[in-house]
């Protein structure tokens, strides 16, 4: 993808002055990456909040990411590799996969508040170098237990990261492009392990880590 960070923004913003200095390519779909991810995020949390009642409103917006990915697994493989960030294939691919990571961010913030983010690792590992050092200087039984707890999370979402990313890399080196076919077949088993209440949440839920 030319270095367009689809997961997040962050890295685009660093990314965008490289291109700028250097010249390199993947410019336009790096400044395109901002507003689509917030209208995406937006267009998500209003959709949550508006489904009809009884409707289940996590596998909803999974199923819309699912689908999302789809698209961009077939977009990807049938218009890839591609030579330039700028042209509009790669466009086009980009931002449908910015598309379905901004669900994937929102998700997590509106549904899976308590669970460690799942497209970032920077604050989980922060966290977790924290609470091994009050492990280390010693805290009290019942903070203990609920360190030990986040710890045991935060360790299967670093591990699962790292894993997925060593995959995406031996599988684009082995096949190309038909890597892509790859994230839709995990959303759609997180589609049907997925469980939601039936009405969408009111107000914002707020991580622990």
């Known amino acids: 993808m030319q270095g367009l960070f689809t997961a997040h923004v962050t890295g685009n913003f660093v990314t965008i002055g490289a291109a700028l200095v250097f010249g390199t390519s993947g410019v336009v779909a790096k400044l395109l990456a901002l507003p689509v991810f917030c209208m995406v995020v937006i267009v998500t949390r209003l959709v949550s909040s508006s489904l009809p009642a009884r409707w289940p409103v996590l596998e909803t917006i999974l199923t819309l990411k699912l689908l999302l990915l789809l698209v961009a697994a077939v977009l990807a493989i049938a218009m890839g590799p591609f030579a330039t960030g700028d042209g509009a294939p790669a466009i086009i691919v980009g931002m449908t996969l910015v598309s379905a990571m901004a669900i994937q961010n929102a998700v ?5 508040g308590a669970a460690p983010p799942t497209t970032i690792m920077t604050g989980t590992t922060t966290q977790m170098m924290i609470d091994i050092a009050d492990m280390i200087r010693g805290v009290p039984g019942v903070a203990r237990d609920a360190i030990r707890s986040r710890l045991g999370r935060m360790c299967v979402a670093v591990a699962s990261f790292a894993a997925g990313a060593a995959a ?7 096949i190309g492009r038909w890597c892509f076919a790859l994230p839709p077949i995990v959303a759609l088993l997180t589609r049907f392990s997925a469980k939601s209440s ?5 107000g914002p839920q707020s991580a622990t880590t």
């Open 108 to 112: 997590h913030r509106i549904h899976l």
């Open 168 to 174: 995406g890399a031996l599988l684009f080196s082995a």
């Open 198 to 202: 039936p009405t969408a949440p009111t």
